[in-house]
């Protein structure tokens, strides 16, 4: 089999994503307004369910030095806490949340022995969202949600898998968001861009030899629940 010297892909870089400065400071002059009294603060918690939009993708493979349109299946779940500030219409929203993807993918069979390719595998992270939102109505909010993802991990048939790993990466999420009484609905997007591929293991797991590496763009639908 031909080695590639772009073994570990291009999402694999385990660069720091920094938290932008003005993020920062808008959260915490939300919070300091919030603590004089000129605005609310509400926390709770918060689950989702989430699909990726992306059907199939066109990735490179290693083993055969080619690109090759490959079927795609993700989805998962993610379960936190929130912490809400408001000011009139406008309100800064972080979040912690801990995610659970299942990924699942099936190159052609006739053009690359998916037999030596790890092509299901589990996925786990923790996300940072910071909700930056604006009321519309007193039901209805939009949202743009900066979302730092660090710590990604994933198994294959419970075995580690190192090569997958991820220290830390930057995204975007864009939604709405419907409140009534305790009660919650948020729909988001994520918005993601990398390139996706299947390159070597390092060190093969139970008779595989390839990983791949990819990223979604996934559809959530949260619920959430305010408890203060």
């Not at 400065?21 to 939300?30: A, D, K, R, S």
């Not at 990924?103 to 092509?119: E, H, K, S």
């Not at 991820?166 to 997007?189: P, T, V």
């Amino acid at each position: 089999m031909k080695q590639t010297a772009k073994s570990k892909g291009d999402l694999n870089n385990h660069k720091r994503a920094n938290h932008p400065g003005w993020i920062m400071t808008l959260f915490f002059v939300f919070m300091t307004h919030a603590h004089l009294g000129y605005g609310q603060v509400k926390a709770g918690v918060r689950t989702s369910y989430m699909i990726d939009t992306i059907n199939n993708i066109n990735m490179e493979l290693a083993s055969i030095d080619n690109d090759l349109n490959v079927y795609v299946a993700r989805k998962g779940y993610n379960v936190g806490v929130f912490t809400a500030f408001e000011m009139g219409r406008f309100s800064v929203r972080p979040e912690l949340l801990y995610t659970v993807i299942e990924q699942n993918f099936r190159p052609p069979y006739i053009l690359v022995r998916i037999q030596n390719v790890i092509t299901n595998f589990t996925s786990t992270q923790w996300e940072t969202p910071i909700l930056l939102g604006y009321q519309l109505s007193d039901y209805l909010q939009i949202f743009a949600a900066p979302k730092w993802v660090v710590n990604q991990k994933s198994t294959y048939q419970n075995v580690r898998v190192p090569d997958l790993d991820r220290a830390a990466s930057m995204e975007l999420d864009l939604g709405f968001s419907i409140q009534m009484g305790a009660l919650g609905l948020d729909i988001r997007y994520s918005l993601t861009s990398a390139s996706s591929g299947a390159y070597f293991l390092q060190d093969p797991i139970e008779g595989k030899n390839q990983y791949i590496q990819s990223q979604g763009k996934y559809l959530h639908v949260g619920l959430s629940l305010f408890l203060l």
